[in-house]
């Protein structure tokens, strides 16, 4: 059965930095994209970064600041946040599109 775990998420003052995790089962995470979005309330889920084989691709309004990426041997995504700002508080979920799967999601919330 496939799963996908999200983890990491946390408060964090702005410009502080979080990184998520999400822990694939059930299937291999390197052999598909693995995707992270996020989605804050009364707002729709939006695409933040995607990994595809060794290609990354990232929203605009994260570019410079996150950073995707694998450890096909724990069969793990990540997502490294840094310079946080006031508008990235969400709930950030691991995604596959080819398995149809989406995590939890892990709560991420930036304030002083």
């Known amino acids: 059965q496939v799963h996908l775990v999200e983890s990491g998420g946390g408060l964090v003052q702005p410009g502080g930095s979080l990184r998520l995790s999400c822990a694939a089962s059930?299937?291999?995470?390197?052999?598909?994209?693995m995707s992270w979005h996020r989605q804050a309330p009364g707002k729709e889920r939006e695409l933040v970064a995607r990994?595809?084989?060794?290609?990354?691709t990232y929203a605009d309004f994260v570019k410079g600041r996150f950073t995707i990426s694998r450890d096909n041997g724990k069969n793990t995504v990540y997502l490294q946040m840094n310079s946080l700002k006031p508008e990235d508080p969400a709930v950030y979920y691991c995604?596959?599109?080819?398995?149809?799967?989406w995590g939890q999601g892990t709560q991420v919330t930036v304030s002083s």
């Open positions: 995604h596959c599109s080819a398995k149809n799967s």
């Open positions: 059930g299937f291999t995470s390197r052999l598909f994209a």
């Open positions: 990994i595809s084989g060794g290609s990354t």
